[in-house]
């Protein structure tokens, strides 16, 4: 039996009919709503500003301890990397022949100081002869000039005996200042000499210092800054941030800047002086140096996330008043100078050297939800409830 296709005729007719009716109210629905955006002004204000460096900690003073005669290590007086007082007994030297060579040099000054007692008495003896006229003058003066040699013999034989005294007195190796102790590199039993090998390291690490550098372009460009007076210099103060990103409490002090640059990298060596008291921090850590104390007058400044990066560099949103009372976003291109604030992502903001001025309603939230220029947006300001243009109260909702 044939069907009729008069139902499926009109179910197509249904479909079309509806398809219809939901183009028709799409057409007539207006355009979009205004996205939902947060502006801030723009304000010429005193901003302050650091400058942050890679650097490397090191020991303030560091030291090779190395033996000042040759003899058998006795004795090692001190752990590896525990600290130490200056004066402090690190290693005990054999001292059996050295202590000999002093006893030698001992009998050696007794003798001349016996032989110069003697010279001496000879002399007396003469000098009554001579008086009497039994001993010529030359006799007599043969005397005296052996009492001279022999009493530079007896100070011969006492710097001799000083300096065996000295020489056994190495034999005990004591720290010079106080410090960290490094690794030992000789152990028991091992002969060692001055031309030999370090015996360990010993460093200081209260003061510790943080060396840095700046480049050279950097440098110029700081200098004309304060020609020009865009940059105030204040009294300076330097942070450490720590390999993951913890900020050390402790401020330190520059104490040295050098006055020439380096040849191999043609960068200006820094340095910087931390007192370290605890021994927290040690040397040959990568640190960031920070360098604070700076002023920018009359400089504008936005927050990192407003700053956009195009095809032709970067760009803020600004909301500008358009046709029919209404607001729209248009794209401005702006230079960035300094960084400022904090170093976490999104929480610093940028210093704007070029293509903002003073009023500029510029978008810090929801550069999401604006699709092309000249979209109409609906503002409020910075730390106004969402959706309530113009009104202070609650910060504004995070970025979409």
């Known amino acids: ?14 479909l079309l009919s509806a398809c219809g009716q939901q183009n028709a109210a799409q057409q007539g629905g207006g355009p979009p709503p205004p996205a939902q955006v947060t502006v801030e002004a ?7 500003v650091s400058f942050e460096y890679v650097g490397r900690l090191e020991a303030s003073r560091e030291v090779e301890i190395r033996p000042r005669v040759a003899a058998v290590i006795e004795r090692r007086y ?6 130490v007082k200056a004066g402090a007994l690190l290693f005990k030297l054999d001292g059996a022949s050295l202590a000999a060579q002093a006893r030698a040099a001992g009998a050696e000054l007794a003798n001349r100081r016996a032989l110069l007692a003697e010279a001496k008495l000879e002399l007396d003896r003469n000098r009554t002869l001579a008086a009497q006229g039994f001993v010529s003058a030359r006799a007599l003066d043969a005397t005296q000039t052996a009492v001279a040699v022999t009493e530079a013999g007896v100070r ?19 720290a010079p200042l106080s410090g960290v102790m490094g690794r030992a590199l000789q152990v028991e039993g091992a002969l060692v000499s001055p031309t030999g090998p370090a015996l360990t390291t010993l460093a200081q690490i209260a003061p510790i210092y943080a060396r840095f550098s700046i480049g050279e372009d950097e440098r110029l460009a700081l200098e004309k800054q304060r020609a020009e007076g ?53 040397p040959g850590q990568f640190v ?7 002023q920018l007058p009359d400089a504008i400044s936005v927050p990192q996330p407003a700053v956009l990066d195009g095809p032709t560099g970067k760009f803020v949103y600004v909301a500008t008043p358009g046709e029919k009372g209404m607001t729209v976003a248009l794209p401005r291109p702006v230079e960035v100078g300094a960084w400022v604030g904090g170093s976490e992502p999104g929480t610093g903001r940028w210093v704007i050297k070029k293509g903002l001025k003073p009023g500029d309603k510029v978008v810090v939230d929801g550069m999401a939800r604006i ?30």
């Open 1 to 14: 039996m044939r069907r009729s296709p008069l139902p499926i005729v009109l179910s197509l007719v249904a």
């Open 42 to 48: 723009a304000v010429a204000q005193t901003v302050p």
């Open 371 to 400: 699709f092309f220029p000249g979209m109409p947006v609906a503002p409020s300001e910075a730390g106004a409830p969402t959706g309530v243009p113009g009104k202070a109260g609650a910060p504004a909702a995070a970025q979409k």
């Open 288 to 294: 960031r140096v920070v360098v604070e104390g700076g």
């Open 156 to 174: 011969t034989a006492e710097a001799n005996l000083a300096d065996a005294r000295i020489s056994l007195g190495y034999t005990e190796i004591r």
């Open 230 to 282: 865009s940059l105030e210099q204040g009294r300076q103060r330097v942070g450490l941030v720590l390999a993951d990103g913890t900020r050390v409490a402790a401020t330190g002090t520059l104490n040295f800047s050098d006055y020439k640059a380096n040849a191999q990298t043609g960068a200006f060596d820094m340095r910087a002086e931390f007192a370290n008291a605890d021994g927290a921090l040690k």
């Open 78 to 83: 001190f752990e590896e990397g525990a600290p």
